[in-house]
């Protein structure tokens, strides 16, 4: 695959294309539209308010997006919706998906993935790019390169595990589901992670916590988000 991958191929693929031609295709159209690829390419007819928002502002070309909300506001749908687009939209990118606990992480936002995941596969173009992609309970990733291009779950543990430092690529994608209960050693671990070209953090959150990572997003370091 030549790079530069996001202006390989800039018309829209006939009928008889390949899996490839139109992976190319999307790449080119939705690098730096997040809304069109969840409508599009996901299938998502009802976008709240906040998630637009989200997505507007990495489209604007935010780096580090931190948001609060309760539960069951929709910031895993989001969540996979970012992993999604950021692994059909960035070449051979790695993308460190963390939460404090096992039933988050597992249970709930990557669960979340493989639904919105799923639903891709119901659309004309997400059908036919969806059969470049394998989930897994752990991981989601290329399925003819899963050692360079991939999504992790992992378990943000006060004790870190190794497994959650050293993944660069050119580009990383770093989500950190309920950040406010990370410990700082799980967040420097995380920041580790960086890309060589471009290194996106989204932080969703709700704000369980009167001290730490999360709540400093929101006083003394909100000039970083």
Excluded at 140 to 153: I, R
Aim: charged share 25%; net charge positive.
């Amino acid at each position: 695959m030549s790079l530069p991958y996001k202006d390989a191929l800039n018309i829209e693929p006939g009928e008889n294309a390949s899996a490839e031609e139109i992976m190319r295709w999307v790449c080119w159209r939705y690098w730096d539209n997040r809304v069109g690829f969840v409508r599009d390419v996901i299938g998502v007819k009802d976008i709240d308010p906040y998630q637009l928002a989200v997505l507007e502002a990495y489209d604007g070309g935010a780096k580090k997006v931190a948001i609060k909300s309760g539960k069951k506001c929709g910031k895993s749908a989001l969540s996979g919706w970012l992993i999604l687009h950021y692994m059909c939209c960035r070449p051979c990118c790695r993308v460190v998906c963390a939460a404090p606990t096992k039933h988050q992480i597992y249970d709930v936002t990557w669960s979340a993935l493989a639904q919105w995941f799923r639903k891709m596969q119901r659309t004309k173009i997400g059908a036919i790019f969806a059969t470049q992609f394998v989930w897994t309970k752990e991981r989601f990733y290329k399925a003819d390169n899963p050692e360079d291009w991939y999504a992790v779950a992992m378990v943000a543990s006060k004790d870190v595990p190794e497994g959650m430092q050293g993944i660069h690529s050119n580009y990383n994608l770093r989500v950190r589901e309920e950040g406010s209960g990370m410990s700082e050693a799980a967040h420097e671990a995380i920041d580790g992670n960086d890309g060589n070209i471009e290194t996106l953090d989204y932080i969703p959150s709700n704000p369980t916590r009167r001290s730490g990572r999360f709540y400093d997003i929101f006083s003394k370091l909100s000039k970083f988000y």
